[in-house]
């Protein structure tokens, strides 16, 4: 079927909520490529948002799902477990950094992982309520609906939240919040709203996903390590953007050092197959008794299968080196349009999680998310699918495959390049 075909479809069957605006449908794809109904192609420096670190259809994660498939595709682990999940749990359990021996239970999406995480921390501290931040995302589920650090299009049409989750700010200097602040908020949070015999938990994203790819420096994240110590609060680690390699370490966490007492993962766990995973502490995840997690396709075996490929695919790809280097590639071509460009401003990355602001005003460091959209729609129209984020909109953050050619790469960098020539 054509675009125009499938597009009729869509606005005839599909709800208004869930329909994307984008027209064109994919219809095949490899690594940071991809070919639409019509048989256009597109760079791809989105990557599904965040979850093909290792490119579209890796050989050997398609291998592994078709030889999985001829095995056994569902029993429910609860009902009949099998080798996949347990042998995910214990490749996990070494790769994560959380504090002492790990333990792990697998769900489907990012938000699945999150809401566990929170019924997991409640049945440790048999507490209820929990701190998240400013411009922090979180999911669709209503319970991280409310984690969400912002309203629209998450909550607006949705209310009410549940009542306990309470914010606090992020760090970002460029926007006016320094450390000390959201240290003081966080602070304050606790005190006049969640309480500290009280609170379950602190979750944060160690760098900003939907929030603008705003990393949080390790001096704050040490300081929430030794609030939640004094407190006797578990600190969770939203991984579901940061983690599988995209800041040049398996986990953003690692950066700083600090060992959180949970993670959470999804995205680019198993290169497009539905898998989350919750890590934790052994004492804190095995505070919930016996079958009181998990879902009828929780860590199906050929997300497992995949899971389990793309671990083998960071062994043997350097795809941590390679990030770092693509990383610095981005960095350093950004900084030529912050040089050039009055738009161009605040070029920040944590490996290859890199991104720039678009401001109409570089001195007042005004948010432009006008722009921000304008070249989003144009670098599609020239065959480049590209994404914009923040807490102001006006975001332009990077998710390509880190296993892309340096000849796509550039090929879609120069895009963006002429773009902007043309919209400023
Ligand atoms: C940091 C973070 N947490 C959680 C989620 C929710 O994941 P999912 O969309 O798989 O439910 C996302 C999705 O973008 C995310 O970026």
Sequence with gaps: MSNAELNELKRKYVANGAASPATAFADHAENAEVWDADGNRFIDFAGGIGVLNIGHRHPKVVAAVKAQLDKVMHTCQTVMPY????RVAEKLSHLVPVRGHAKVMLANSGAEALENAVKIARAATGRPNVICFDGG???RTFFTMAMNGKVAPYQTDFGPMPGTVFRAPYPVDYHGVSEDEAIRGLMM???????????AAIILEPVLGE???YPAPTSFLERIRAICDELGILMIIDEVQSGFGRTGKMFAIEHSGVEPDIMTMAKSMADGMPISAVVGTDKVMDASGPNSLGGTYTGSPTACAAALAVMEVFEEENI??????LGEKLAKRFNQWQARYECVDNVRHLGAMAAFELV??????????????ALCKKAREEGLILLSCGMYGNTIRFLMPITIDDSVLNEGLDIIE??????V
């Design 83 to 86: 080798e996949g999940y347990v």
């Design 211 to 213: 929030g603008g790819f």
């Design 137 to 139: 995302y979180h999911g």
């Design 320 to 325: 941590l080196e390679k990030s770092l280097a």
């Design 360 to 373: 109409s005003d570089k001195h007042a460091k005004t948010p432009n998310a006008e722009l921000a959209g």
């Design 189 to 199: 949070a606790l005190k006049t709203d969640a309480g500290p015999t009280n609170t």
């Design 418 to 423: 002429s773009c902007l020539e043309s919209l």
